[in-house]
């Protein structure tokens, strides 16, 4: 299975992508990446049963497999000006650039929005539980209630800050941007 978390930038999109990470990889063996093309992800994969691509925007091939059905999209969305103002606040950008992260993401979802499950960030927010049961049901519908709640309580807030507080720069598991570090496995 192919799935394709392509949330606003600051948007719960970290969250959608591990709650859909969870699930395949209780399902067997996961190829993850940060890309926006799903053709380049695929030609890295290897022998596994699921990809999960993370991406902001996307080029066309990937644009057109989503329209063909052959890739399962989770889109999570906010407020643009709220998403453009944490942008600048965490990552120190302008606001020229967040404005340019936000076009690029709407023109994504333009193309792909019938074929996605769109989840907003105050639903993510105020209802994390109902938002990886709708991630479950859209991703993998077998999934138990227990096993969707046992995943969302892994990626509580609380357990996030904490987790991101104990990344360590230089370490081989942290990908290090320049202006921001994240771990990557979770994306956090």
């Not at 093309?37 to 990937?62: M, P, Y």
């Not at 907003?120 to 993998?140: L, N, T, W």
Request: proline content about 3%; overall charge negative; glycine content about 6%.
């Amino acid at each position: 299975m192919i799935v394709f978390v392509a949330g606003m930038p600051r948007s719960g999109s970290t969250f959608t992508f591990n709650i859909v990470r969870s699930l395949l990889q209780s399902r067997g063996s996961l190829h993850q990446i940060p890309v926006d093309s799903i053709l380049d992800a695929v030609a890295d994969t290897g022998d596994v049963d699921h990809l999960l691509v993370k991406g902001h925007a996307a080029d066309e091939a990937t644009m057109k497999l989503v329209r063909l059905g052959a890739v399962k999209v989770v889109c999570s969305y906010r407020k643009p000006e709220d998403a453009v103002a944490s942008w600048m606040d965490t990552f120190g950008f302008t606001l020229e650039d967040g404005v340019y992260a936000m076009h690029r993401w709407f023109a994504m979802l333009k193309g792909i929005r019938t074929h996605a499950l769109l989840l907003s960030y105050d639903k993510i927010e105020h209802d994390p539980f109902g938002s990886a049961r709708a991630i479950a049901a859209h991703v993998c519908p077998e999934a138990s209630v227990e096993e969707v709640t046992g995943i969302c309580r892994q990626f509580t807030k609380e357990r996030v800050k904490l987790l991101s507080e104990r990344l360590v720069k230089g370490s081989d598991d942290v990908a290090d941007l320049g202006f921001s570090h994240y771990d990557r496995n979770t994306f956090f």
